[in-house]
T-cell receptor
C-alpha cells in the first residue's frame, strides 16, 4: 500500500517548456487535489477533482490544466512553464465525504 | 469565507521544553480542524483532527490540540519537545459546502535547539 505517489520528484524546465506531473493513489479515494507550496504562503489549491470525471478550479488555477484519468490517477499539466511556477507541488487524496487528506511526497519544480 | 491564521511564522524552543503553536480560524458553523506536520523535504502528515465531541484531541507523536469555540482557536501542544519535532506545522479547516476542500494556514516553522 503505497498511499499517494508522485512523479517526478525533481524537474528543471526552461521557460516555455511543457510537462505533466503525475499522481496516483491506491486508497480507493474519490477526491484528489493539486497544491503548490511557496515560502510564507502555505499550501494553495490549484485544482481538485471531487470524483472521477469531474475537475474544478481552486485558488490558483491559471497556467495549469488537469486530467482525472481514472479513479486512481490525477495529472497536472503546465503547457508553457513560467518562472513564477517554480514551486513544490503536492498531490493529495481523500475518501468519500472526508476532509482528511493524504499527501504525496511532492515534486520540486524549477523553471529557469 | 473560511480562513486560518497561524500568527507565528517561526518558533524556536529548547529540547525538553513545552510547545504551543497557535491557530485561529474563521468559520460560521462547527469546523472540521486539522494539524499537519511537514518534515524537511517530505510531504504533509496528519497529526490530529477535530470533528466534534471532546474538545481536547490526542494525536500522533505525543501531540494534542484543544478546540476553543469562544476563541476560534485550535492550538497545538506538546509537553516536551524532541529534536526530531523540528519541522513545519500547518493548521487547516474544512472549507464546508459540497466539497471536501481544506483551507490551510501559512505554517509555523519550529526549530529545536539542544
Amino acid at each position: 500500500n503505497a498511499g499517494v505517489t508522485q512523479t517526478p520528484k525533481f524537474q528543471v524546465l526552461k521557460t516555455g517548456q511543457s510537462m505533466t506531473l503525475q499522481c496516483a493513489q491506491d486508497m480507493n479515494h474519490n477526491s484528489m487535489y493539486w497544491y503548490r507550496q511557496d515560502p510564507g504562503m502555505g499550501l494553495r489549491l490549484i485544482y481538485y477533482s471531487a470524483s472521477e470525471g469531474t475537475t474544478d478550479k481552486g485558488e490558483v488555477p491559471n497556467g495549469y490544466n488537469v486530467s482525472r484519468l481514472n479513479k486512481r490517477e490525477f495529472s497536472l499539466r503546465l503547457e508553457s512553464a513560467a518562472p513564477s511556477q517554480t514551486s513544490v507541488y503536492f498531490c493529495a487524496s481523500s475518501g468519500y465525504r472526508s476532509y482528511e487528506q493524504y499527501f504525496g511526497p511532492g515534486t520540486r519544480l524549477t523553471v529557469t | 469565507a473560511q480562513s486560518v491564521t497561524q500568527p507565528d511564522i517561526h518558533i524556536t524552543v529548547s529540547e525538553g521544553a513545552s510547545l504551543e503553536l497557535r491557530c485561529n480560524y474563521s468559520y460560521g458553523a462547527t469546523p472540521y480542524l486539522f494539524w499537519y506536520v511537514q518534515s524537511p523535504g517530505q510531504g504533509l502528515q496528519l497529526l490530529l483532527k477535530y470533528f466534534s465531541g471532546d474538545t481536547l484531541v490526542q494525536g500522533i507523536k505525543g501531540f494534542e490540540a484543544e478546540f476553543k469555540r469562544s476563541q476560534s482557536s485550535f492550538n497545538l501542544r506538546k509537553p516536551s519537545v524532541h529534536w526530531s519535532d523540528a519541522a513545519e506545522y500547518f493548521c487547516a479547516v474544512g472549507a464546508g459546502g459540497a466539497t471536501n476542500k481544506l483551507i490551510f494556514g501559512t505554517g509555523t516553522l519550529l526549530a529545536v535547539q539542544p
